[in-house]
């Protein structure tokens, strides 16, 4: 069981440039989740998605982020035109549930810097 | 709107000392309360998790003890060891939705 799946682990981009930030959630699990950690700051809640679905996006910003979990494939977060601000680590966790009661499995991250 | 707070945000301390981290939350309807591992430049591992319904789990060296109604837990961590430096966060996932809300962290150093 390979755990969680991120990539790419650093990922450069200039300014108005795209990212596509990459999440394989662990075997037999179907629920995802996405954060985002600023530097200095603490892990945010973003998106949940279970295939093909948006559950909750309530922590995405309105603009140039956008989230997908297809049938076949990893979750994408997708950033268009990104900015400096930008700049921070995005963490992807998955569970077998809703509200595991099992808690949620992180990936190790994929630190977006923009220049 | 869950908000979860550590206290303190840094602690440095000599090898071999009993640490007990804090973590607080204002609204207890959780579901559970997770505590996790983050080394720098790292990923989070999951240490331990509270179900609503527990008062403490235990691994290891580690314990961790929820008090639901008075909105706190707390990570007990016997005999530091060096290896233990790291930032430890507190999250909280409530019964009203599926996100984790996170703490803003205790930066441990253990100093040999």
């Known amino acids: 069981n390979a755990g969680v799946m991120q990539n790419p682990r650093h990922l450069v981009r200039r300014r108005g440039q795209e990212a596509r930030l990459r999440c394989s959630p662990m075997?037999?699990?179907?629920?995802v989740y996405w954060y985002r950690q600023l530097p200095e700051e603490g892990l945010k809640f973003m998106v949940y998605?279970?295939?093909?679905?948006?559950?909750?996006e309530s922590g995405m910003p309105k603009e140039r982020f956008s989230a997908e979990f297809p049938k076949e494939g990893p979750s994408i977060l997708r950033i268009q035109q990104v900015v400096r601000g930008d700049s921070a680590a995005y963490f992807c966790?998955?569970?077998?549930?809703?509200?595991?009661?099992?808690?949620?499995?992180f990936g190790s991250g994929t630190r977006l810097t923009v220049v | 709107k869950q908000e979860v707070t550590q206290i303190p945000a840094a602690l440095s301390v000599p090898e071999g000392e009993n640490l007990v981290l804090n973590c607080s939350f204002t609204?207890?309807?959780?579901?559970?309360l997770q505590w996790f591992r983050q080394d720098p430049g790292k990923g989070l591992t999951s240490l331990l998790l509270?179900?609503?319904?527990?008062r403490e789990q235990t691994s290891g060296r580690l314990n961790a003890s929820l008090d639901k109604s008075s909105g706190r837990s707390t990570l007990y961590i016997a005999a530091s060891q060096p290896g233990d430096s790291a930032t430890y966060l507190c999250?909280?996932?409530?019964?009203?939705?599926?996100?984790?809300?996170f703490g803003g962290g205790t930066r441990l150093m253990v100093k040999p």
């Open positions: 966790a998955s569970s077998p549930l809703d509200r595991s009661p099992y808690g949620y499995t």
């Open positions: 075997k037999g699990h179907s629920h």
């Open positions: 998605l279970q295939k093909e679905n948006i559950i909750d």
């Open positions: 609204d207890s309807a959780i579901y559970n």
């Open positions: 509270i179900q609503s319904s527990q």
């Open positions: 999250a909280v996932s409530n019964n009203a939705g599926n996100m984790l809300t």
